[in-house]
C-alpha cells in the first residue's frame, strides 16, 4: 500500500528537480545583486585557475627595482623585495579562494550535521547540543582564533583547521531552528515508520529539505571566513612565504607600505579581499530577498510579478 | 525570571567553558609549543612557575584531573600566572584595558544607535530616498573588512592629507593630564580608530534593524496603534521599533564578538595601546599565558555585554518574564 506512494511522491520530486535548476537560474538572472555577485565569483575563479594568463611575471622572484610607483611594467608597483605587486594579487587569488572554499565547506558539513542533529534527535540530546551551539557562539572568534593559532606552525593547513573549528555555530543554530520546524512533518513520520535509522533520515530525508538554507548559510559564512583568514594572516599567523592576500598585507604593513608611499602595495590586497567578500554578500543578500519576498525592493517587487 | 535564570545559566556554562578552553588546547594542540614557551621564562618565582605548569601541562608530575582543579582554584582566587617578563598578566591587562575600553564601548554605542535609528528610519519611510540608499550602502560597507577601511582612513586622511595622526593613543612624548590640550590629543588619536569600527558595525545594525522593522510594521498591533490614532513617532519608536530592537539585542552576543575581534586588527594597524595590540605583541612574543588571559577577559566582557542585553530584553519584552 505504502508503495504506490513512495514512486508517486519520487516522480514529482524527479519533475521538481529537473525544474528547479532552471527556474532558479532565472530567478538569479532577475536580481540584479545576484548577478553582479555572481559576476564577481566568476571572474575571481578565473583568475585562480588562469593566474598565469594574467600576470606572467614570477609572483615570488625578488628581481625587481625595490618600492617602485606603479608602471607599464608593474601596474600596482613593486614590494620592498622588489616583487610584483600585480602579480602578486593575481597569483594569491588561487589559495584564498581554496582556502575559503574548503573551510566554508567543511563548517557548513558541520553546522548542518550539529544543528539538524540536535534538532531531529530531541530531548537532553537537543539541550546539550544547544548549549554547545550557544557556547561556541558566544566565545570571541578572533580571540579564539588566535590562541589556536598560536599551538600551531604557521600555515594554510593550520589556517583551515583554526577557521573550521571556529565558525560553525551561527549556522547550526539557524538550521536546527529550521529542523525543529519540519521534526513532526508526514514525510518524516513516514520514514519513521518504515524503520529508517537516524543518520538516514537526518542525510536523506531532512537535509535536501534544507538545500536552500543551506546554500544561503554557505554564501554568508564564507564572507566571515574571507575576512577572518584575512584578519589572521595580517596579525602575522600566516605563513608570510605562502601567496594569499592576508600575507600580502601583512608583508606590506611590516614594510610600513602605506608611509612609505607604496600605497598600491598596501592597499590592492586589502581591496581584494573586500571585493571578494562583497561578492559572497551580495549572492547572499540576493538569496534572501528571493527568500522572502517582502524583503524586496518595493517598486521592483511590482515589476517582476508583471513579467511573471 | 526563568528567561534569566536560564541566560545565568549560560553565562556560567559559557565562563567555565573557556576556562576549559585554556586548559584544553595546550595539551591536544600537536607540537611541545607550551613547553618550548615555559623554557624561555627565566626568574620567575618557583610557585608562579608551578601555576603556569598546571595551567598548561608540561613538567607536572600530577594527575590531569587534579591540575584541572588546582587550575580552576588559581583562576577563581584571581591567580592568572606571569607573563614572559614575571609581571602578573592582570597588571598588564588591566593596565591597557582602560583604552580598549574607552575606543569600542563609544564606538560601540554609536554604532548601535546610528545602525539601529537608520534601520527604523529607513523601513518606516521604506521605498524613499534614505531607503534606497543607505541599507545597500552600508550592507557593502559592512562587508568590507576592517583593516581594510582602516587603511583607506590612514592612506586619505593621516599620509595624504596629513589631518591626523597615524596611530598610537597619544603624541610622543606627552604627559597624560586632565588638560583640554591632552584631552583633544587622545580625541584626535582615536578618530580614525574609532571611525573604522563605527563605520564597519553600523551596517550590521541596520541591515538586521530594518528587517525586522519591515515585519513588525504589519502586525496587528501597529495597525491597532494606527487606528487608535496614535502619533506616527509614538507608533515608530514605542511599537514598531520597539519590537524590533527584540531580536537586534539577542544577536548583541556575536555581535559583539565581532566588534572585540575587529578592535584588535584596528588596534594593531593604528599601534594604538590597548588589549588588541597587547594581544598581537603577545602573539608575536609567543606570550602563551598573556594570550590565555586576554582570551579570558575577551570571553567576560562579550559575557557581561550578554546579560545586560538579556536584561534590557527582559525589560522591554515582557513575554521573556514569564516564558
Known amino acids: 500500500m505504502a508503495i504506490p506512494d513512495i514512486s508517486v511522491t519520487d516522480s514529482i520530486t524527479d519533475v521538481e528537480a529537473t525544474r528547479a535548476p532552471r527556474r532558479f537560474l532565472r530567478t538569479v538572472l532577475g536580481n540584479r545583486k545576484a548577478v553582479v555577485g555572481a559576476v564577481i565569483l566568476l571572474v575571481m575563479a578565473f583568475v585562480a585557475a588562469f593566474p598565469g594568463l594574467i600576470a606572467p611575471d614570477d609572483p615570488q622572484a625578488a628581481i625587481y627595482a625595490q618600492n617602485a610607483g606603479p608602471s607599464s611594467a608593474h601596474l600596482l608597483g613593486t614590494t620592498q623585495l622588489g616583487q610584483d605587486v600585480f602579480s602578486q594579487l593575481v597569483w594569491s587569488t588561487r589559495l584564498t579562494l581554496i582556502v575559503t572554499l574548503i573551510v566554508t565547506a567543511i563548517a557548513t558539513f558541520l553546522s548542518t550535521i550539529i544543528g539538524v542533529t540536535s534538532a531531529y534527535v530531541g530531548g537532553i540530546t537537543d539541550r546539550a547540543l544547544t548549549v554547545f551551539i550557544d557556547v561556541f557562539l558566544i566565545l570571541p572568534v578572533l580571540p579564539l582564533l588566535i590562541l589556536l593559532a598560536a599551538y600551531l606552525p604557521p600555515g594554510v593547513t593550520s589556517l583551515v583547521i583554526v577557521l573550521c573549528i571556529t565558525s560553525w555555530a551561527f549556522q547550526a543554530r539557524q538550521l536546527r531552528s529550521q529542523g525543529l520546524s519540519i521534526r513532526n512533518r508526514d514525510f518524516l513520520v513516514a520514514a519513521r515508520a518504515r524503520g529508517e535509522r537516524g543518520i538516514y533520515i537526518i542525510l536523506v530525508e531532512i537535509v535536501p529539505t534544507m538545500t536552500s538554507l543551506i546554500a544561503a548559510s554557505f554564501l554568508s559564512l564564507a564572507v566571515y571566513v574571507v575576512g577572518f583568514a584575512a584578519s589572521l594572516q595580517f596579525l602575522g599567523l600566516g605563513n608570510s612565504s605562502e601567496l594569499m592576500w592576508g600575507t600580502m598585507l601583512y608583508n606590506a604593513q611590516q614594510a610600513s607600505a602605506l608611509e612609505a608611499g607604496n600605497a598600491w602595495w598596501a592597499l590592492s590586497p586589502g581591496a581584494a579581499v573586500a571585493v571578494l567578500g562583497t561578492g559572497f554578500a551580495l549572492l547572499n543578500y540576493a538569496f534572501d530577498e528571493i527568500g522572502n519576498p517582502a524583503l524586496r525592493p518595493v517598486r521592483r517587487k511590482r515589476r517582476d510579478r508583471s513579467s511573471a | ?323
Open chain 2, 1 to 323: 525570571m526563568r528567561y534569566l535564570a536560564r541566560r545565568g545559566g549560560l553565562f556560567l556554562v559559557t565562563l567555565w567553558a573557556a576556562l576549559t578552553v585554556n586548559f584544553i588546547i595546550p595539551r591536544v594542540m600537536p607540537g611541545n609549543e607550551a613547553s618550548a614557551v615555559l623554557a624561555t621564562f627565566k626568574g620567575i618565582n618557583p610557585a608562579a612557575l608551578h601555576a603556569l605548569q598546571i595551567q598548561f601541562g608540561t613538567g607536572v608530575h600530577q594527575s590531569v584531573i587534579s591540575s584541572y582543579f588546582e587550575y580552576l582554584g588559581n583562576i577563581f582566587t584571581g591567580q592568572f600566572g606571569v607573563t614572559a617578563q614575571g609581571v602578573p598578566v592582570m597588571t598588564e591587562i588591566t593596565s591597557k584595558l582602560p583604552w580598549t575600553l574607552g575606543l569600542v564601548g563609544i564606538t560601540t554605542v554609536i554604532a548601535f544607535l546610528i545602525g539601529t535609528f537608520a534601520g527604523m528610519a529607513s523601513a518606516w519611510w521604506r521605498g524613499g530616498r534614505l531607503d534606497a540608499i543607505l541599507p545597500p550602502t552600508l550592507f557593502i560597507v559592512s562587508t568590507v573588512p576592517v583593516f581594510f577601511v582602516g587603511l583607506l582612513l590612514i592612506y586619505v586622511f593621516a599620509v595624504k592629507l596629513n589631518w591626523l595622526p597615524l596611530g598610537s593613543n597619544y603624541s610622543y612624548g606627552a604627559t597624560p593630564t586632565w588638560s583640554l590640550s591632552f584631552i583633544w590629543d587622545v580625541i584626535k588619536h582615536a578618530i580614525l580608530p574609532g571611525f573604522s569600527l563605527v563605520i564597519v558595525t553600523a551596517g550590521l545594525w541596520v541591515y538586521s534593524m530594518r528587517n525586522n522593522m519591515i515585519t513588525t510594521i504589519s502586525e496587528d498591533y501597529v495597525k491597532t496603534a494606527r487606528a487608535k490614532g496614535l502619533p506616527n513617532r509614538r507608533i515608530m519608536l514605542g511599537y514598531a521599533g520597539r519590537n524590533a530592537i527584540l531580536p537586534n539585542l539577542t544577536g548583541f552576543a556575536m555581535q559583539l564578538g565581532y566588534v572585540l575581534g575587529g578592535a584588535i586588527v584596528i588596534e594593531y594597524l593604528f599601534s594604538y595601546p590597548g588589549l588588541g595590540y597587547l594581544f598581537y605583541t603577545a602573539t608575536t612574543d609567543h606570550d602563551l599565558p598573556l594570550m590565555q588571559g586576554l582570551f579570558l577577559v575577551y570571553t567576560l566582557a562579550v559575557l557581561i555585554c550578554v546579560l545586560i542585553a538579556d536584561l534590557v530584553t527582559a525589560v522591554l519584552d515582557p513575554r521573556t518574564r514569564d516564558a
